[in-house]
């Protein structure tokens, strides 16, 4: 699994975390998932940045 789908993978969970703490009333929950979700968004950043550096890498290398 490459970086970005882990971060679609992270934020998922976090958000399903997040709705299942309004069903149970559980805080631990909701911050559990709301971590998970910003997890997710960095990992998405992440893969981002790869990508541009090596197009840039493959640019400059013949």
């Known amino acids: 699994m490459n970086t970005k789908s882990k971060g679609k993978w ?5 958000k399903i975390k997040q709705i299942a703490e309004k069903a149970v009333g559980n805080r631990d929950l ?26 840039e890498i493959k640019e400059y290398l013949p």
């Open 30 to 55: 909701e911050a559990e998932g709301k971590a998970e979700n910003v997890d997710g968004k960095v990992q998405e950043k992440i893969a981002g940045i790869k990508a541009v550096i090596g197009k």
């Open 10 to 14: 992270h934020k998922v969970k976090g």
